[in-house]
């Protein structure tokens, strides 16, 4: 009889483990440590493990689900449109798992997903912290830019889709090597890029793209912290587009890492790290 019901137990919690993927084909979540919630999203084509020395310190007081979403690393690649299939999986998750009034860590395209929940009616979050994110890439790279001018179909993306190994291992190249200073990390970065599901990558930062929360932001109840890199545009440009994508949010505060790239978890570690500490208290 125990036996039957040790079968029993097992037989539930595979179905239990099944359903619960089936029900989040959007991303994978890892939590480590205790503590008040901390959400981390990395950032475009990015795995997780883009957060191992913040959350190695973190996950010493607070609960960290770090994130990996659909088409990167060994997640499994979903049906576009990605973008709002990913925020859709993750608002799901965070309901299911009572993290409502969690802190949000977003980097790039992670600190754009916070942004958006964020600016959701019933949005109860503490707070959200953005690294290097702004509300819309769009309108930062396409003069006069409207979202709904953003294709699937363009010859860009019809350009990314059909490249060879070796042309698109040397964009991934070139890319990477204008997001850190560290070469060890240009070269992670770009294992991510080569590893991503191609259609995700292309059709995913097109939706990136399209996405435009400059006037959603306004929304925005919690308090929101902005780490911003200062290169390769310089601190003043930089200044300029965040004060200009941010012009309706109410509730924030801005810091600059000074001489960093897009990664500052890799070219300004320390300062990042105590940055984030911070703002949690």
């Known amino acids: 009889m125990k036996l039957i019901k040790n079968l029993v137990f097992l037989v539930v919690m595979s179905f239990s483990f099944f359903s619960n993927a089936e029900t989040n084909p959007s991303f994978k979540v890892d939590v480590v440590g205790n503590g008040d919630p901390i959400l981390l999203f990395p950032g475009f084509a990015c795995t997780g493990d883009v957060w191992n020395e913040v959350v190695e310190d973190l996950s010493k007081t607070n609960e960290c689900h770090i994130f990996t979403f659909a088409g990167f690393g060994d997640v499994a690649p979903i049906e576009k449109p990605w973008l709002p299939k990913v925020k859709e999986g993750v608002a799901s998750y965070i309901s299911n798992e009572h993290l409502e009034e969690a802190t949000i860590i977003g980097h790039s395209l992670g600190g754009s997903l916070g942004l958006w929940l964020a600016s959701d009616e019933d949005a109860k979050f503490k707070k959200v912290i953005v690294i290097d994110a702004l509300p819309s890439i769009g309108a930062l790279m396409m003069p006069n830019f409207k979202s709904e001018n953003v294709k699937y179909d363009n010859p860009y993306n019809k350009q990314s889709l059909e490249m060879n190994a070796e042309a698109f291992g040397a964009m991934a190249t070139q890319m990477a090597s204008g997001m850190t200073s560290k070469e060890d990390k240009q070269v992670l970065i770009k294992d991510w890029i080569l590893k991503a599901d191609r259609e995700t990558y292309v059709y995913g930062y097109t939706d990136l793209m399209k996405l435009d929360l400059r006037e959603t932001i306004a929304s925005i109840k919690a308090p929101v912290s902005i780490l911003a ?53």
């Open 229 to 281: 890199a200062t290169e390769p545009y310089g601190e003043e440009n930089v200044k300029k587009n965040f004060d200009a994508q941010y012009t309706n949010l109410d509730n924030y505060t801005i810091k600059y890492a000074k001489g960093s790239a897009h990664f500052i978890m890799y070219d300004q570690p320390e300062w990042l790290l105590s940055s984030i500490k911070a703002e949690l208290k």
